[in-house]
């Protein structure tokens, strides 16, 4: 688990500058800590560099990347991991390939020599991102998992293409540009962004399975990008009926979830797990204990308010498989005190400071010496477990129900939600035409957050609102979506693959994941994401993912024997830190960070935010009269505004190319 860098340019004579290239990987130390590396292909003007977090091979010189093939025609580098890889390695062997380095990452250079890129993927399995220069395509690929565990940004300068795992990798490079779109403020304050954008104008994301890959053609570089896996769910009509089988499911999932598990619990280092009040963490912990028969070390969040916290959950959970485990304790002032450098790391906004918290959990895990843990993201994903998904199927997907049934489900939904409504559920139905006429409905997981458009639309500056008189944020993002995907599929799995694609792969896996674990040098693998496990997934009928009101039915059956009663029974809860407004300190930390970077000064100065607008929302916020399902909604939207006040502190207004060339310096990190 590793960053990586990179540079195209459209002279091949034109050679990358080699400092810049290591003053890239030195803003992402935090990544690889262990070492560093670049290349730079002759007569190419091509140039990689990468930043070790050693795992697997921790033998330094032997697996330090970028990798250059025995033919000199191949430049790789890899941010991530490939299970299976000694299979692979062996069979290859076995073909006459020989291995320089006991990485996993070799393994691309091999298998794309002898079969091409396209299968190539088909056998790689795990969380990764990589950047393969073929000298005699003239080509560059930029790849990224089926998910998009892994990060992978890119943009074109004045003379090329330059990517990276973040995006303050990109901006370390002088020619590229640092100023936001009006279009990525705008979602960044409504929390749910256009798959493959970012914030920022010209800079864009290489979507979850697909390959942008980069042609030099007569000293011009032409993009273009194809898919090579997506969230293939059957037609509705494909499914069994209800005398299926439920066994055979519930075995299936169980079946696949130990492999996905033990696959990933490969490393020549520790692995330890995260644990919370759910069966999805749970069970990952459950199955990494049988499947070793040691003690794992298992690491929980706990939250100083008792509506929130998981943690007497967790640690019957912890008792049961004999965990060594590890409760950090939060309070107010821990979250909104390292706010600012979880913004560094994260790249967005975050509508909570859940991000904030495994930000401090993932530096906690560091401290006591371990590098990778597995999690359960991913498993509300596969099986249905969040409560807009079982809000969808009440309302679109269980026609044969009487209403008065129907509707008594999802007043009972409604009920034991009643926390999360502004954020997690809307507060009221919003409808979007271009999500309508895309998939039938609109998602109830994007209506919260396009619902805050209303909100959000006022706050930005005068200047820029005008760039988006006529912009809809829904069209934006159902556009982006494969009709071929959503077309004659069952309501659940049109809403499961929606979220998969927004919510999954904007926020859990970067704020939630990969942004804030990583900050502190840690590897976090989502067992529930391989995908020979969520194909199997897919196939699960909807009636088994919710059965009646319960949802995640066919994983609480799979998981049953190694669960405790309290949590087997436990209905879904979503997992998130208290909002500012359930703690009067933790709201004065609020307007302490407000001070700072939303007084009238900040906000001219940045030029992104409407000042008036600012103060009127913290007044609404703090007016008694308002009930408490906007005050979460506001809480998001007062988190959004802060966030990009901090973006903007963070990479405009700072020297971004000068803090890249003081952080190789003070690494000893020199070309």
């Known amino acids: 688990m590793c960053g990586i ?54 033998n330094e010189d032997r697996a330090r990347q970028p990798f250059v093939s025995d033919s000199g025609e191949l430049l790789l580098a890899h941010n991530g991991e490939f299970y299976d890889f000694k299979r692979i390695r062996a069979d290859l062997t076995a073909q006459g390939a020989r291995f320089r ?109 697909h390959v942008v890959k980069v042609t030099r053609r007569n000293g011009k570089l032409e993009l273009s990008e194809s898919k090579y896996w997506d969230v293939n769910f059957p037609l509705a009509q494909d499914y069994p009926g209800d005398d299926v089988d439920e066994q055979e499911y519930i075995d299936g999932v169980r079946k696949h979830l130990l492999e996905a598990v033990q696959h990933r619990l490969t490393a020549d280092v520790p692995v330890g797990c995260y644990l919370s009040g759910g069966i999805d963490s749970c069970a990952i912990l459950g199955l990494s204990a049988a499947a070793t028969q040691t003690s794992v070390k298992a690491f929980t969040i706990g939250f100083d308010s008792d509506d929130y916290d998981e943690t007497p959950i967790a640690q019957e959970m912890a008792e049961a498989t004999g965990a060594d485990h590890h409760i950090m304790r939060l309070k107010a002032d821990d979250l909104y005190d390292h706010f ?207 059965k009646g009101n319960k949802e995640k039915y066919v994983l609480r059956e799979a998981m049953k024997g190694l669960l405790p009663e309290t949590l087997y029974k436990r209905e879904k809860f979503a997992f998130m830190a208290p909002p500012a407004h359930t703690d009067p300190k933790k709201w004065q930390a609020v307007l302490k960070l407000a001070e700072q970077f939303l007084s009238e000064e900040a906000v001219k100065e940045a030029g992104l935010l409407d000042f008036a607008e600012v103060q009127r929302t913290f007044e609404r916020h703090e007016s008694d009269e308002v009930p408490i399902d906007e005050k979460v909604q506001l809480d998001a939207v007062i988190n959004h505004m802060l966030g990009v006040q901090i973006l903007h502190h963070h990479f405009v207004k700072a020297d971004v190319p000068k803090l890249a060339q003081q952080r190789a310096n003070e690494l000893g990190w020199c070309a």
């Not at 002279?11 to 262990?34: E, F, S």
């Not at 991102?129 to 998910?147: I, K, P, S």
């Not at 998009?148 to 370390?172: N, Q």
């Open 5 to 58: 860098a990179g540079i195209f340019n459209r002279d091949a004579n034109q050679a990358p500058d080699a400092q810049t290239l290591v003053n890239m990987a030195a803003i992402m130390h935090h990544r690889g800590p262990d070492g560093f590396g670049y290349q730079i292909l002759d007569n190419t003007g091509v140039g990689f560099s990468h930043a070790r977090l050693s795992i697997i091979d921790l």
């Open 101 to 209: 380095s006991k990485s996993d990452s070799e393994i691309v250079l091999h298998l794309f020599a002898r079969e091409g890129l396209d299968e190539t993927l088909t056998h790689l399995r795990g969380e990764f991102a990589f950047g393969l220069y073929d000298r005699n395509e003239d080509a560059m690929y930029l790849v990224r998992d089926r998910f998009g565990i892994k990060p992978l940004y890119y943009t074109e300068t004045s003379d090329g293409v330059v990517f990276g795992s973040e995006l303050k990798v990109l901006f370390a490079h002088p020619a590229v540009k640092r100023e936001f779109s009006s279009e990525g403020l705008y979602h960044q304050l409504i929390q749910v962004m256009v798959p493959g954008t970012t914030a920022f104008a010209g800079v864009k994301q290489v979507a979850p399975g």
């Open 340 to 546: 600012v450098k979880t913004i560094w790391h994260t790249e967005r906004t975050i509508y909570n400071t859940l991000g904030v918290a495994k930000y401090l959990m993932s530096q906690q895990v560091n401290e006591v010496g371990y590098k990778v843990v597995l999690t359960g993201e991913g498993s509300d994903e596969l099986f249905a477990g969040y409560p807009a998904f079982r809000k969808d199927m009440f309302l679109h997907g269980l026609d044969h129900l009487p209403d008065s049934e129907r509707k008594a489900w999802q007043e009972l939904l409604e009920k034991n939600n009643k926390l999360f409504k502004g954020a997690m559920l809307a507060r009221e139905e919003f409808v979007s035409a271009a999500f309508n006429a895309k998939m039938g409905f609109t998602p109830s997981c994007v209506q919260p957050w396009l619902s805050c458009g209303d909100v959000a639309l006022p706050l930005i500056a005068a200047e820029r609102r005008q760039n988006l008189e006529n912009y809809d944020a829904g069209k934006a993002i159902a556009e982006t979506l494969d009709e071929t995907m959503l077309k004659g599929r069952h309501p659940l799995d049109r809403a499961q693959y929606v979220w998969i694609k927004t919510m999954l792969e904007g926020q859990i896996l970067t704020w939630g994941g990969d942004r804030v674990d990583m900050a502190n040098s840690m590897e976090a693998r989502p067992a529930f994401l391989d995908h020979h496990l969520a194909e199997y997934a897919f196939t699960v009928p909807p009636h088994l993912r919710i």
